[in-house]
């Protein structure tokens, strides 16, 4: 019998951990938020209302039924107020020795059954799993940026995750109104394995043909149908994660096309990390929201 989550632990309200806590409580689930400050934990606050208000304003949401998703959401920086959670999702920084640290502590504050869930991107979730006494309750969901926006949840199994776990999880997924897939603990997992290496091919076209970054998204949103240009879509992304994301790749499989290409190299050294820096490819309006 899978386990039934009723409340929600989200460790990390950076970007990812701030649209996972808000699609938890739009979805009606208790749900605690633990951040190393409060300072932290009032700003995604801030940002989760401040998207709310904006569903509001496009008639997505009532001002009832946001009010009843914030009431739902408490912060914290005490790992000990996620105790009663029944499913604990963990969106830090992607540094495996801090996943592994944190699942520890996390393993010593909640019940034996409470599911504990790494959002990571390229870390190996076996390697997660193995800091703790009972990996059986470890798995991977992995939500794409924006979380409250895009649909798709990989639900990742290691070799030792317990079934009723990764059912759990799920069917937690679907819950929350996402459409969750099944895959094992590879490297980049299913999008990842696949994006990465095809957006480093294209940031290399750009200088071997001699392409600028706006022709480049005409080419492959024109040409192939994507919804969004390559470049776009690492300004997006994130240069800096992107290029973290291509060396964990890349150190895992050791396939050329999976190494960050220089030129992203470069902007990541000056600062030009795209939305979230006011330039990447492109120019942003920093004062503007970075997703609907
Ligand atoms: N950004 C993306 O596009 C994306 C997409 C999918 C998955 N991910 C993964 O999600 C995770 C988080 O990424 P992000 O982009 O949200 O990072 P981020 O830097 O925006 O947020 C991380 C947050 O975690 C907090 N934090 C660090 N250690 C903590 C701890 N011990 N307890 C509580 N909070 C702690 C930090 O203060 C920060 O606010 C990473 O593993 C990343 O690989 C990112």
């Given at each position: 019998m899978?386990?039934?989550?009723?409340?929600?632990?989200?460790?990390?309200?950076?970007?990812?951990?701030?649209?996972?806590?808000?699609?938890?409580?739009?979805?009606?689930?208790?749900?605690?938020?633990?951040?190393?400050?409060?300072?932290?934990?009032?700003?995604?606050?801030?940002?989760?209302?401040?998207?709310?208000?904006?569903?509001?304003?496009?008639?997505?949401?009532?001002?009832?039924?946001?009010?009843?998703?914030?009431?739902?959401?408490?912060?914290?920086?005490?790992?000990?107020?996620?105790?009663?959670?029944?499913?604990?999702?963990?969106a830090?920084?992607e540094?495996?020795?801090?996943?592994?640290?944190?699942?520890?502590e996390?393993?010593?504050?909640?019940?034996?059954?409470?599911?504990?869930?790494?959002?990571?991107?390229?870390?190996?979730?076996?390697?997660?799993?193995?800091?703790?006494?009972?990996?059986?309750?470890?798995?991977?969901?992995?939500?794409?940026?924006?979380?409250?926006?895009?649909?798709?949840?990989?639900?990742?199994?290691?070799?030792?995750?317990?079934?009723?776990?990764?059912?759990?999880?799920?069917?937690?997924?679907?819950?929350?109104?996402k459409e969750?897939?099944?895959?094992?603990?590879?490297?980049?997992?299913?999008?990842?394995?696949?994006?990465i290496?095809?957006?480093?091919?294209?940031?290399?076209?750009?200088?071997?043909?001699?392409?600028?970054?706006?022709?480049?998204?005409?080419?492959?949103?024109?040409?192939?149908?994507?919804?969004i240009?390559?470049?776009?879509?690492?300004?997006?992304i994130?240069?800096?994660?992107?290029?973290?994301?291509?060396?964990?790749?890349?150190?895992?499989l050791?396939?050329?096309?999976?190494?960050?290409?220089?030129?992203?190299v470069?902007?990541?050294?000056?600062?030009?990390?795209?939305?979230?820096?006011?330039?990447?490819?492109?120019?942003?309006?920093?004062?503007?929201?970075?997703?609907?």
């Amino acid at each position: 019998m899978p386990r039934e989550i009723g409340k929600v632990g989200v460790v990390g309200l950076g970007t990812m951990g701030a649209g996972i806590a808000q699609v938890c409580i739009q979805a009606g689930l208790e749900t605690v938020g633990r951040e190393v400050s409060d300072e932290l934990g009032e700003r995604a606050r801030g940002r989760i209302e401040h998207y709310l208000g904006r569903a509001v304003e496009k008639a997505r949401l009532s001002p009832e039924e946001k009010d009843a998703a914030l009431a739902r959401l408490t912060t914290s920086t005490e790992l000990e107020d996620l105790a009663g959670c029944d499913l604990v999702i963990e969106a830090v920084v992607e540094d495996l020795e801090a996943k592994r640290e944190l699942f520890r502590e996390l393993e010593r504050v909640l019940a034996p059954e409470a599911v504990l869930a790494t959002n990571t991107s390229a870390l190996s979730v076996t390697e997660i799993a193995e800091a703790v006494e009972h990996p059986d309750r470890v798995v991977g969901m992995h939500f794409f940026n924006p979380a409250p926006v895009l649909r798709l949840v990989e639900v990742v199994r290691t070799k030792r995750s317990a079934e009723d776990a990764v059912e759990a999880v799920f069917v937690f997924a679907e819950r929350v109104g996402k459409e969750p897939i099944r895959c094992d603990d590879t490297p980049g997992f299913v999008v990842n394995r696949i994006l990465i290496p095809l957006l480093n091919d294209c940031v290399r076209v750009l200088d071997e043909a001699g392409v600028s970054p706006e022709d480049l998204d005409t080419a492959m949103t024109l040409g192939v149908g994507w919804p969004i240009g390559p470049c776009a879509l690492i300004d997006l992304i994130g240069v800096d994660v992107h290029v973290h994301a291509s060396e964990a790749i890349h150190a895992a499989l050791g396939e050329d096309r999976m190494s960050p290409p220089e030129r992203l190299v470069r902007m990541r050294d000056e600062g030009l990390l795209g939305r979230k820096s006011g330039r990447g490819f492109f120019a942003y309006d920093r004062a503007a929201p970075d997703r609907p």
